[in-house]
């Protein structure tokens, strides 16, 4: 009897070893989470082409760690949209970021020249936050293109061909008149001046890149143009920043636009102003542009090229309604009008100037001017390999000093030492 006891005890404790065996194996095969900032692993993607690429895997809430267990993402923050329409991409992605990209115009023969700037970027800043990367071309992007940059993204990537109403002359266009403009801005060697392609870039860069399908899913971009450099380690989140502080837009050069490129712009946007004294903001920035309080146009402007900035503000109907006045005027391609001054002047306009940022921390270059943040300490604090000689902020003919005038903005010590 005892002896039976003894075996139906030894039982029950194999049994209950045998369990909590299983229950240990189980936990166990449960993935841990990913830590923020720690390199996501590379998965497979379709782009808008329906080819298959790499990209970096990014967490969603709807996805899970495991059957049964789902990713919570982070707290989202009150959006700072100039809209609050509820068809408008939110601030924040599912999984915590902010809801940004990088975006591109870029031709496949751009290949290695934005191979450049993809390095620069991903190597002072988004190897730590793997952002997504959207490339436009008014050509379908070749496989050799896909291919290398999906490489050296660490974000997802996306590739998207432009409509060609976004990359044409529009109806109201006489191009017979466009034609001989550009004829009589070549024989005044006026930069760019004789260029279709550059005059449909700016035109899409003022009015149509923030309205591709591929840039509906995100409320805030970043710029960049191929063989740009970064100087500094980028060692914050920018959008983040943007976001938390209600900034709209930004820059790192400005400087005087070629006067022979947009004798007319002030003139539409005068009239814009008083045909739309509603999208007019008080507190504005108007006297960064202008010495008469509007009367004239000083030609000063964010520099593009470079730019990071709220979508959704360019959605707005404000900003809508600006650049379809310009469109209908012409001056795209009866004169030669850039992005950059239209960007600056619908900015400068349509925002409380609080609203626009220069980001003193991201040290940039692009072909010929060089922003270097001023004082060694930073530099060196930031690991730029920048030269403060080149440094264009504090030169006459840059309008940064005036933006910090604007906004009673203490210059950095030693400003002097760099200017002419």
């Known amino acids: 009897m005892a002896a039976g006891t003894s075996r139906i005890v030894r039982y029950v404790l194999f049994a209950l070893f045998g369990v909590l065996i299983l229950y240990f194996i189980s936990s166990s095969s449960l993935p841990t989470p990913a830590i923020p900032g720690t390199t996501n692993p590379k998965t497979t993607e379709s782009n808008d082409k329906g080819s298959v690429i790499l990209s970096a895997a990014i967490p969603s809430e709807v996805k899970s760690l495991a059957e049964g267990v789902p990713l919570v993402s982070a707290p989202t923050p009150a959006p700072t949209s100039p809209s609050t329409s509820s068809d408008l991409p939110p601030p924040v992605s599912p999984d915590g970021k902010m809801n940004a990209t990088f975006v591109t115009l870029a031709r496949n023969s751009d290949l290695w ?21 959207v490339f436009l071309n008014d050509k379908p992007f070749d496989a050799d293109f896909k291919k290398v ?16 109403e976004h990359w044409s002359f529009p109806e109201w266009i006489d191009q017979e008149k466009a034609r001989k403009v550009r004829e009589d801005m070549h024989e005044r060697k006026i930069i760019y001046g004789d260029s279709t392609s550059y005059r449909h870039m700016c035109r899409f860069e003022s009015g149509f890149f923030f309205r591709q399908p591929l840039m509906n899913q995100y409320e805030w971009y970043w710029r960049v143009e191929p063989s740009v450099e970064l100087y500094c380690d980028v060692g914050f989140d920018p959008f983040k920043y943007m976001q938390e502080h209600s900034k709209k837009y930004s820059f790192v050069i400005s400087l005087y636009e070629y006067v022979e490129t947009i004798p007319t712009l002030w003139d539409s946007a005068k009239k814009f102003i008083k045909a739309h004294p509603e999208h007019i903001v008080e507190g504005n920035a108007m006297d ?7 009367e004239t146009y000083n030609h000063c402007h964010f520099w593009s090229n470079f730019e990071i900035g709220n979508l959704n503000w360019l959605r707005s109907p404000a900003y809508i309604d600006f650049f379809d006045a310009l469109d209908k005027d012409g001056g795209f391609f009866y004169e030669r009008w850039g992005d950059a001054p239209v960007h600056s002047i619908a900015a400068a306009l349509l925002l409380k100037k609080e609203e626009i940022h220069f980001f003193d921390d991201i040290a940039y270059y692009h072909v010929p001017f060089t922003h270097c943040p001023t004082g060694e300490q930073r530099r060196l604090d930031l690991k730029c390999s920048c030269n403060p000689k080149e440094n264009f902020d504090w030169k006459g003919y840059s309008c940064t000093s005036r933006f910090f005038d604007l906004l009673k903005l203490e210059k950095p010590a030693g400003y002097e030492l760099e200017q002419d």
């Open 113 to 133: 020249e934005i191979v450049k700037s993809i390095r620069q970027v991903e190597d002072r800043f988004n190897k730590n936050y793997h952002y997504d990367w």
């Open 149 to 164: 940059t999906t490489a050296l993204i660490s974000g997802k990537t996306h590739y998207g061909e432009i409509a060609q």
């Open 288 to 294: 960064w542009l202008s010495e008469d309080k509007g």
